[in-house]
């Protein structure tokens, strides 16, 4: 059975950081990220990477986010500088064995202004 398990989120002032992190078990990942969903907005990428550790982010996330994964733990990692209230959402962990595409509970992330 397939588990994804988000926490980190919180609250924060802009300008501040915060570290999610998302561990998957029950398969084997061959790809890890993060989405997020603001209210009254749809779901969307913010970060990706591989097993392998090649990542993508969101024009959003660039120069602000990393993504990292440590696959001895099967755990994903966003760190999140440079925070603003624009990026308050919940955040969701995705994880993709190739059969299927699973989705975490999901963590809120609000940043006050």
């Known amino acids: 059975q397939v588990q994804v398990v988000e926490s980190g989120g919180g609250l924060v002032q802009s300008g501040g950081s915060l570290r999610l992190s998302c561990t998957a078990s029950?398969?084997?990942?061959?790809?890890m990220g993060w989405y997020r969903q603001a209210p009254g907005k749809q779901r969307e990428l913010v970060a990706r990477?591989?097993?392998?550790?090649?990542?993508n982010y969101a024009d959003s996330a660039k120069g602000r986010f990393t993504i990292s994964i440590d696959n001895a733990k099967s755990t994903v990692y966003l760190q999140m500088n440079s925070l603003t209230p624009e990026d308050t959402a919940v955040y969701y962990c995705?994880?993709?064995?190739?059969?299927?595409?699973?989705w975490g509970q999901g963590t809120q992330v609000t940043v006050s202004s």
């Open positions: 990477t591989t097993n392998g550790g090649t990542a």
């Open positions: 995705n994880a993709f064995d190739y059969h299927d595409t699973y």
């Open positions: 029950g398969s084997y990942f061959y790809y």
